[in-house]
């Protein structure tokens, strides 16, 4: 058999006391505290995650969510309080670290916050210390730690400067302190004058502007530490107008202690348009920042009241604890002193300016107090529970909805659902009323005399209920509502008590030690236990109604038979107080005192052997399992309703053998039934009003938007002709300017090639002169050279000679400097010898003098202290006058500040100006020598350009061989562009004849637009005439009412024939007109007839275009082939010109190296030339 176990599934409820319990993981996830876990709960899809506390913590104070909704930090009290930090990320909330104070001794952390960058997390402790606490968290170290206040004053929020990791706040009763966070510790940066305020929230709104709110209503502005001035809200007819300003004021130190008598700010949250703050209970305020650097109330949000309370204004004045806003700044969601959960979307915010805008419930509404009673029934998933915030609510488990709720003006004691889901009984301290569980309400029918019913409960069959009076069991039928039985026996109070499966049997507990099973049919008591030394809580049947199961203070789990205990669990030191078991038999649940769960095996084993669970913050109140076997639900004193799936270790569902089949029935009053048909027959009138009046309203849209049509097609039409005709004259010109392109060109190539004649002529005239030159100053270089030889051989004798003097000259120096450093060493010996005798001779003399002076200073010494003490009472005062001073001292440091900043930035514009100076005389320095290096090349290139022109007469004469080879196939080319342009004549042709069909087709598109029109105006013709016939319906209508009077009746047919009669010719002349419809349709036919042979003839005309173009594509691709051929045989050709070019190079190269063979070119020039 394998073991079975409980999975959290889902809980209803909120755990109040807890710092910061509410914020967003991303826009659809919130996560709050809820008993002894943190439940991450999507709004859409309605499901929970749970982040379990740990075993031994005494209960959760804080919560704190990192600034990339990444890290949530926990923190738990206990002998030593933790701050836990989960990876949010991971599905099921895996631990990270876990942060304690280090050596201190710390019960718990009051608040915490994440830095900007998460890296960081600091941790308020409670009291008496009050110390904070800085730490590395990823690497569990404490980087500083400072006491923040007194014992006296609590801190009640701290908070990272959102633009600084390293600045801090903490505000409290008498605290506003900026800390810093500066060489491993924690400085104070500001000191202003608040200990008479009591701070309850603040924000961050800028890098050195914080808000923060008080206990009596006042908003205080904070600029750098420092107190500022103040946000005033209008008053209650101010807020009434349109503008709905906000005045501000500046505060002086003895305006300090002046609050006006307005609701707590309990908490406050800064956004992108401004702020948001609670002003009193019950109300949410905006306020948005203006151009002046201040902010303007726009809008209040209010919780809407309760519609099930008999109270008007107990969900009114709740008080709002915390505040969180969306990722996207989409939703805003809050948390009340009563456990409830609300939430706004700000976009409806923006939208809805006029109306009064109120929260709404993020997933149900919760109990704020203590559960004290828990019932289910057989044939609807439905739970029942009573608490002491004066309620009763009816939840669906499988749908997870709040079904009904409704609140009494005096406490429930406890709660019974009747196995059909239809009935409810609610113990009351006066009476135990019977209610029906009505579609929308719970509304009672018959009232008991039982007063102060702790406990009652159904009988399976539903015909019998036992309801408690202290220490009597009273039994009354359900069907005729008498008291059938009372069971007496208890010396103390009924804790406990539950029905057989059979109904012949009940078993009760007291808090006198004894459990009683008693016969329903008899009255009498069939078995008994008693053990005074306990006193029991819960009692239950076996699965197979043969023993009983028992829990009380005992700490133990007792099994009863025949009035003896078969069977103890022992327990530890924590005690059981609720008690259920499964219909299978195979597991029992127990509630602990602590909240805890526990699942344990049966049979029962001897030793302690069972699995826990973390449930609930308070003691388990009542816990109970479905029919099916499929849910454990249980409640608490911590206001939580907790749903768990019970399955098997591998993760089936327990098997059970009933099966269940819920109903869907549900009670309604015939007046109630009678009111919604009547809504229903009102709603369904004016839909067909409001039909009629849509589609009136469609038509004439429809009418407007044809006309628009109409016009926007005719404007199209007429550009698309204009564009044509624009194409066709484009097109003229063009042809036109390829032509005049062709003749210039043709007579640009006839200039260049007289031109080049010429230019090779003068050229080979200048390359013979030139050359001449070049022989002559090849002469002068020789020449020069030898004159620089001979005067370099004169200059390096000159300087060997100067080096030979030099040397003998320095070298008679150095001997005569020897001498007189020998002569300087004995003269400093000699002075050191005089000077030490001098400083003793000094020494005596100074020794005598102290003496005398030390008497002088005692003296003087006495009369200063005198002196002393009667200035420490003046520096008090001046200390006074110091601070006063200081201030100003801080507000004109804080002016020299910017002056210096101003100055700064001046010295950098100059710094950055003298640089651009400085770049620029460089620029100019390089312009110049660049342009030294141009005249240079240029020169050389002259040089390279001589020698060029000398090869080019050479090359001439190749190139005009060339050129009688390339003509024949110039020829060729020419042939072929004459047959691609007889192609594009026939392409052009193509195009032509297409456009003539497209207008065809346009032309016969606008004729049918025409015949549309046409039958869109006899459409409306008939519409207007089904319109006059109802109208006329209605009329006969009302003139059947005056049937028996005669009068009304006559007027009425006349104004009907005043109206109508006109009308109706224009009907009859309608009926005449089908000859010209039918006439019109044949024209319509015959239209869409030649449509459709047009469309033949274009699809027959566009294969046609397809095929000659296919013709072209080809011959061009032989052309360009044919060209490409032509390309390769000019590579060759030129390849053969520069081989040729570098043999001419070569043979210059050898003719300048033979001087002699010269003479022998310039008599035989022509043979070279040849070759």
């Known amino acids: 058999m394998t073991a079975v176990v409980a999975q959290s599934h889902f809980i209803f409820g909120l755990r109040t006391g807890v710092a910061n319990n509410l914020c967003f993981f991303d826009e659809q996830t919130v996560v709050f505290p809820c008993g002894n876990n943190c439940v991450r709960y999507n709004i859409i899809q309605r499901c929970q995650r749970f982040i379990p506390g740990s075993e031994k913590s005494q209960g959760m104070r804080a919560l704190a969510i990192s600034a990339n909704r990444r890290y949530l930090a926990v923190s738990e009290c206990g002998e030593k309080a933790t701050i836990t930090v989960f990876d949010l990320q991971h599905e099921q909330g895996r631990k990270r670290k876990v942060l304690t104070a280090g050596d201190m001794l710390v019960q718990e952390f009051v608040c915490m916050a994440f830095s900007p960058d998460s890296k960081y997390l600091i941790g308020q402790t409670g009291a008496p210390d009050w110390m904070l606490i800085f730490w590395l968290w990823e690497k569990q170290k404490v980087l500083a730690s400072v006491k923040t206040s007194n014992s006296n004053n609590p801190v009640t929020q701290v908070s990272f400067n959102p633009y600084n990791n390293m600045q801090v706040c903490v505000s409290g009763t008498g605290v506003f302190k900026l800390l810093r966070y500066s060489e491993g510790a924690l ?23 914080v808000i923060a709110g008080t206990d009596t209503g006042r908003l205080l502005v904070f600029e750098s530490g420092d107190l500022r001035r103040e946000i005033i809200t209008a008053s209650k007819v101010a807020q009434q107008q349109s503008d709905r300003q906000v005045e501000t004021k500046k505060i002086k130190d003895t305006d300090m202690d002046e609050a006006p008598t307005v609701s707590r700010i309990t908490a406050i949250l800064s956004y992108s348009k401004g702020f948001l703050c609670s002003m009193g209970p019950g109300t949410v305020c905006l306020f948005e920042k203006t151009e002046e650097d201040s902010y303007r109330k726009s809008r209040e949000i209010q919780i809407p009241p309760d519609k099930y309370s008999n109270e008007v204004t107990r969900a009114e004045c709740q008080e709002i604890d915390t505040m969180c806003i969306s990722p996207a700044e989409e939703t805003l969601a809050i948390s009340t002193d009563r456990g409830q959960l609300y939430s706004i979307s700000l976009s409806s915010v923006d939208i809805n300016k006029e109306e009064q805008l109120h929260f709404e419930f993020l997933s149900q509404s919760f109990h704020s107090k203590s559960i004290t009673g828990l019932s289910i029934c057989l044939q609807k998933p439905l739970a029942a529970t009573s608490s002491v915030d004066h309620s009763v609510r009816i939840w669906n488990y499988q749908t997870k909805v709040l079904e009904l709720y409704k609140e009494f003006q005096e406490e429930a004691h406890s709660v019974a659902l009747h196995p059909t889901g239809l009935f409810i009984l609610v113990g009351f301290s006066d009476k135990l009323r019977l209610m029906n569980l009505v579609i929308d309400d719970i509304r009672s029918f018959k009232e008991f005399t039982v007063r102060g019913c702790r406990e009652c409960a159904f009988s399976h069959g539903g015909h019998m209920f036992a309801a408690v009076n202290g220490n009597v069991i009273h039994i009354y039928s359900v069907t005729s509502f008498e008291n059938i039985l009372n069971l007496k026996g208890h010396n103390g109070k009924v804790r406990g008590i539950e029905w057989s499966l059979d109904d012949s049997r009940l078993v009760s ?93 049966y049979p029962l084993p001897i030793q302690k052997d069972w699995i826990m669970y973390q449930a609930h913050c308070g003691p388990v109140t009542k816990m109970v399992i479905t029919y099916d076997d499929q849910f454990l639900l249980t409640v608490s004193e911590d206001a939580c309703l907790s749903m768990w799936r019970i399955i098997e270790k591998e993760g089936r569902g327990l098997k059970s053998n009933r099966q269940i089949i819920h109903t869907e029935e549900i009670l309604v009053t015939k007046s109630d039934l009678e009111e919604r048909t009547q809504n229903m027959l009102e709603l369904k009138m004016r839909l067909e009003e409001l039909q009629m009046e849509n589609e009136y309203q469609l038509r004439l849209k429809d009418m407007n938007y044809n006309e628009k049509m109409k016009e926007i097609s005719d404007k199209f039409t007429q550009q698309i002709e204009s564009l044509q005709t624009t194409q066709q004259s484009m097109k003229t010109e063009m042809e036109k300017q390829e032509r005049e392109h062709q003749d210039r060109s043709a007579e640009v190539t006839l200039k260049h090639s007289k031109e080049l004649k010429d230019l090779e002529l003068s050229y080979s005239q200048k390359l013979i002169v030139e050359h001449e030159r070049f022989q002559d100053l090849q002469g002068k270089y020789e020449r020069m050279q030898e004159d620089y030889e001979t005067q370099l051989k004169s200059a390096e004798e000159s300087k060997v000679q100067a080096l030979e003097e030099l040397t003998q000259y320095f070298e008679a120096k150095l001997q005569e400097k020897t001498l007189l450093l020998a002569q300087c060493q004995e003269e400093v010996q000699q002075q050191t010898r005089e000077f030490k005798e001098f400083i003793r001779q000094v020494e005596e003399d100074e020794e005598r003098k102290i003496r005398n002076i030390q008497i002088k200073y005692e003296k003087k010494l006495k009369t200063e202290k005198e002196t002393n003490t009667s200035l420490k009472g003046e520096t008090g005062v001046m200390a006074q006058k110091f601070h006063s001073l200081q201030r100003q001292i801080d507000d004109r440091c804080s002016d020299i500040n910017k002056l210096k900043q101003e100055r700064q930035k001046m010295l950098g514009l100059i710094r950055s100006l003298e640089s651009d100076i400085e770049d620029l005389k460089r620029q100019i320095a390089g312009h110049e020598k660049t342009n030294q290096d141009k005249d240079k090349t240029i020169s050389d290139l002259k040089k390279k350009n001589q020698e060029l022109e000398k090869l080019k007469f050479v090359l001439e004469f190749q190139l005009n061989e060339l050129k009688k080879q390339t003509e024949p196939q110039q020829d060729d080319i020419s042939k072929k562009k004459e047959m691609i342009h007889q192609l594009e004549e026939e392409l052009v042709q193509t195009v032509k004849s297409n456009s003539q069909l497209k207008l065809t087709v346009s032309d016969l598109r606008l004729k049918l637009r025409t015949r549309d029109k046409e039958m869109h105006a006899e459409m409306q013709k008939v519409n207007d005439l089904e319109t006059h016939l109802q109208r006329l319906k209605s009329d006969l209508h009302n003139c059947v009412g005056f049937i028996q009077e005669p009068k009304k009746l006559k007027e009425s047919v006349q104004m009907i024939y005043a109206r109508y009669v006109s009308q109706t010719k224009g009907v009859e002349k309608s009926n005449v007109d089908e000859n010209v419809l039918r006439a019109f349709c044949r024209q319509r036919d015959h239209l869409e007839r030649t449509v459709d042979s047009l469309k033949m003839r274009l699809a027959k005309s566009a294969e046609q275009h397809d095929k000659v173009y296919v013709k072209i594509m080809k011959e061009n691709v032989t052309l360009i082939t044919e060209i490409n051929e032509l390309r390769k045989e000019l590579r060759s050709v030129r390849t053969q010109v520069k081989d040729y070019k570098a043999q001419l190079a070569k043979c210059k190269k050898s003719n300048k190296s033979h001087p002699n063979s010269e003479e022998d070119s310039k008599k035989e020039p022509k043979p070279e030339d040849v070759n």
């Not at 400085?187 to 502007?209: A, D, G, Y």
């Not at 819960?538 to 038979?561: H, M, P, R, W, Y």
Request: with cysteine; glycine share 6%; net charge negative.
């Open 187 to 209: 400085k104070q940066s500001s000191f202003p004058k608040v200990e008479t305020i009591n701070f309850l929230c603040h924000t961050w709104m800028s890098v050195e502007r």
């Open 509 to 601: 507990c007291g808090t006198d030690g004894a459990v009683y099973e008693w016969n329903t049919q008899t009255g009498k008591r069939e078995s008994e236990s008693v053990l005074k030394s306990c006193s029991y809580t819960d009692v239950a049947f076996s699965s197979d109604c043969k023993t009983l199961l028992a829990v009380g203070t005992d700490l133990t789990l007792k099994e009863i038979q025949d009035c003896q205990v078969l069977r103890e669990v022992p327990a530890d030191e924590v005690a059981h107080t609720a008690i259920a078991v499964s219909h299978s038999g195979r597991v029992v649940f127990t509630g602990t005192s602590s909240g805890s769960i526990r699942a344990i095996k």
